[in-house]
């Protein structure tokens, strides 16, 4: 087996690539009815490419992620990319055999096409006449992205949370071309309590006063208040109590005593101030509603098996792994299995490991040797496996 | 031939006596599958299509390493996940005495297989008797390595005791193997006095009709 974590190196400098995906001239149709014409995808990737183009691997983001999974943009770059600890020569996504892409997705900000966009067709950012997405559509661009860089089958993907939802989206939408895909704090589809975090998310953008029904791109007052409460909101939804409890318990913020004012005293506001006030200067507002609908649409049994998870999962043809954490209360193990269950009644080829951690759903993005072991002996199987052939 | 190569006592491991056991091509489901190393052998051997269910995580990623479909949950919370008659055996390898609910477990089984395969440590084994007897302790054997206060046997039973179980519960024994551990952790099966003489009891059962 490989070796298990970090240590080794690093995925070294990277940078992120702009591809203007290829379209008929009346631009991609999507599933809301409506069309987009030229579209941007932002992407990174990392290794080699083999001659027979069977070795790459997609990586999927989470709601607010980007393209940056690995490595640092300069020498300087103290920041390394989001899922570091994963990929890299030697790391569970090893570098030295696979060749790993991740393109950012349709309706974000950072790169690829989005609400903050310029509209061809106006000149001006499209705010609220950007389309309505779906995950199907994210999948669907990234399946185009994918042929423009020459890469048709994929060894293997993985995704956390919303990126797990397009995981799942790319076995039922493309089976033939996936051969296995990992699938991590995610789920078949968003229960009502996932979609009620989401409009209080949304709520707090729209009811800002700067947010002017989307068009506040070029002007200085931007609904940052509502975009930092919706992350404060999101944030608490992906930590768990007891990681909360370890980190700030009832601690006050550089006092011994309580002030009796309403300043963030508690370590855990300052926190989540902080949190929300780091999150406006990389994400746009119109970005979140965008992409958080999207997540709120998405039901893959509705999709694919007429409202039967079992039938839709009929369609996957990927041998696949399901991880869920412990103490994730947004996507819940019995989610996961609720999946499994139905790729199993297919005789799917399926495996479902439930990483023991405090850390709540943010778990797949905090350094684990365990969640590295289970990513590296799966992939390590196929690739002894495809070494055998 | 199996029942040959039994009759003439020819030694075997306790996972070629499972392998053994086993219809070519049929589909398996192995309760607390370990490392898989079973598993491996009748995908192998026997071409079933197999999966797993285990519990500890080590074990998990042993099994996933392998290649092999695992679930990691709990035996003991059911099958309620599984649709009836989905498999064609499920196997509780060795792994009977140690769970809460073994009747429970059963029953699941011969829901959602057509047929179980159970093994377990016998404790009417001479050697667990006369422990008890002679010494007035609680008896250690090679199956029973464990002293009273960290064995996770917590249901311990004999050959009988099974025997007896599943004519209570209507349940059908299509083949019994009783076993004792030879040389090198080697098997020989035992025809006379089982319950006296094996260490280890293995049954094939399915539900009666």
Redesign the interface.
């Known amino acids: 087996m490989t070796p298990i974590i970090d240590e080794s190196g690093s995925a070294g400098i990277v940078k992120t690539s702009i591809l203007s995906l290829s379209l008929p001239p009346e631009g991609l149709l999507l599933e809301c009815g409506r069309t987009l014409g030229a579209i941007n995808i932002a992407y990174e990737t990392y290794g080699e490419l083999t001659p027979e183009r069977d070795n790459a691997i997609l990586v999927l983001h989470a709601l607010t992620g980007d393209a940056h999974v690995a490595g640092c943009h300069t020498p300087e770059d103290k920041k390394n990319g989001w899922w570091d600890f994963m990929i890299g020569p030697g790391k569970a996504f090893d570098t030295n055999r696979y060749f790993v892409v991740c393109t950012n997705i349709i309706g974000g900000c950072q790169g690829s096409t989005g609400p903050a966009s310029i509209n061809p067709a106006s000149g001006r950012p499209y705010g609220m006449t950007f389309p309505m997405l779906t995950i199907g559509d994210m999948v669907k661009v990234q399946k185009m992205a994918l042929a423009q860089l020459g890469i048709t089958q994929l060894f293997s993907m993985v995704g956390g949370s919303m990126g797990g939802m397009q995981v799942l989206e790319w076995i039922l939408r493309y089976p033939e071309m996936v051969r296995s895909a990992i699938m991590i704090a995610s789920t078949p589809k968003c229960s009502a309590q996932s979609i009620a975090f989401n409009e209080v998310g949304r709520q707090a953008i729209i009811t800002d006063p700067h947010w002017r029904n989307g068009e506040y791109y070029g002007s200085s007052a931007k609904p940052e208040t509502g975009l930092a409460i919706a992350r404060m909101i999101g944030h608490i939804t992906y930590l768990s109590e007891q990681s909360m409890n370890q980190k700030f318990g009832r601690r006050l913020q550089k006092r011994e005593e309580y002030s009796y004012e309403f300043t963030g005293e508690f370590e855990v506001e300052s926190y989540l101030h902080y949190q929300g006030l780091r999150f406006v200067q990389r994400f746009d507002a119109n970005s979140y509603l965008y992409l958080t609908k999207a997540m709120d649409y998405y039901d893959a049994a509705a999709d694919w098996g007429k409202g039967n998870l079992e039938a839709a999962c009929s369609r996957v043809k990927a041998k696949t792994l399901v991880m869920s954490f412990t103490s994730d209360w947004l996507f819940p193990s019995h989610q996961s299995k609720e999946l499994v269950k139905a790729l199993r009644q297919n005789n799917a080829d399926v495996s479902y490991v439930e990483l023991d951690s405090d850390y709540g759903h943010d778990a797949f993005l905090i350094p684990s040797a365990t969640l590295s072991r289970v990513v590296d002996s799966f992939l390590d199987n196929l690739y002894q496996e495809g070494e055998a052939e | 031939m199996i029942q040959k190569r039994l009759r003439e006592n020819i030694l075997l491991s306790d996972y070629d006596m499972v392998v053994s056991l086993v219809e070519t091509g049929s589909?398996v489901l192995d309760l607390g599958c370990g490392d898989g190393a079973l598993l491996s052998r009748l995908i192998a051997e026997k071409q079933v299509?197999g999966?797993g269910v285990e519990i500890q995580?080590d074990a998990?990623?042993?099994?996933?390493?392998?290649?092999?479909?695992?679930?990691?949950?709990d035996i003991d919370a059911g099958l309620a996940?599984?649709?009836n008659a989905?498999y064609d055996y499920v196997i509780l390898n060795q792994t009977l005495q140690a769970i809460h609910h073994p009747d429970f477990v059963i029953e699941e089984m011969l829901r959602v297989g057509r047929r179980a395969i159970v093994s377990f440590p016998n404790f009417g084994y001479w050697l667990v008797r006369a422990q008890l007897l002679v010494k007035g302790r609680m008896p250690q054997t090679v199956k029973l390595p464990f002293f009273w206060y960290n064995t996770p046997n917590i249901h311990l039973l004999t050959i009988r005791d099974f025997e007896g179980f599943c004519s209570k519960r209507s349940i059908t024994i299509l083949k019994q193997v009783s076993l004792c551990g030879g040389r090198q952790g080697r098997l020989k099966t035992i025809r006379l006095f089982p319950n006296l003489l094996a260490d280890e009891g293995l049954f094939v059962i399915t539900r009666s009709p």
């Open positions: 589909r299509k999966m995580q998990v990623i042993a099994c996933i390493h392998k290649g092999l479909s695992v679930f990691q949950g996940d599984y649709g989905s």
